[in-house]
């Protein structure tokens, strides 16, 4: 026979799970696929079950499960945003002076980071080069797809993905090196 702990996080979870897809939707204008929310709404369900001892019944569910999801979403963005500079920065010559240390700090925290001023100088970065190659960028850095998943997406094979991602990656090598980075990361 189950006990009281257990039917109580049967309860939750059976209302979070009917509340899934508006969990979901409220993520959908971050940009990732659906597959990946609904997979870290998975992982936030795990991390609900794991911390429900410290769960207090008397408060409502959704809004806790809420905010637990809405942070791994954000987290997962934040460190997309940091993979995308950090495979920049391995592009560019240490001593250049666009960079993500200059622009994050030399000991920059993901959870740190400000949701908006990254969005805005991946934003600014990407603008360098064609609408093309910053969508493969930001899709295959930030977002996390493979190209694989790209070429389906947009309709192209899995090599063009790949090579407009490779040629979207020099074309920023060689606008920082050319300076143009440098001017727009004053404005960060």
């Not at 799970?17 to 940009?31: A, L, M, T």
């Not at 960028?137 to 997406?153: A, F, K, N, P, W």
């Not at 020099?170 to 727009?184: F, M, P, V």
């Amino acid at each position: 026979m189950a006990d009281s702990h257990d039917l109580s996080i049967d309860h939750y979870l059976n209302v979070i799970y009917r509340k899934k897809e508006i969990f979901i939707s409220k993520q959908n204008s971050s940009g990732l696929p659906l597959t990946r929310l609904e997979d870290l709404f998975q992982d936030a369900v795990s991390k609900f079950y794991k911390g429900f001892d410290h769960f207090d019944e008397s408060r409502p569910v959704e809004p806790w499960f809420y905010t637990i999801y809405r942070r791994l979403v954000t987290d997962y963005l934040k460190s997309g945003w940091c993979r995308f500079f950090r495979n920049f920065s391995d592009l560019v010559d240490s001593d250049e002076q666009f960079s993500p240390n200059q622009l994050f700090g030399d000991n920059y925290e993901v959870r740190e980071l400000d949701y908006e001023k990254i969005k805005g100088m991946l934003d600014k970065v990407l603008s360098v080069i064609s609408p093309e190659k910053s969508d493969v960028i930001y899709r295959h850095d930030v977002l996390g797809q493979s190209h694989s998943e790209i070429g389906m997406d947009l309709g192209i094979g899995e090599n063009a993905s790949s090579w407009r991602y490779r040629t979207g990656m020099e074309d920023l090598k060689k606008s920082a090196e050319s300076g143009s980075l440098s001017k727009l990361s004053d404005s960060f």
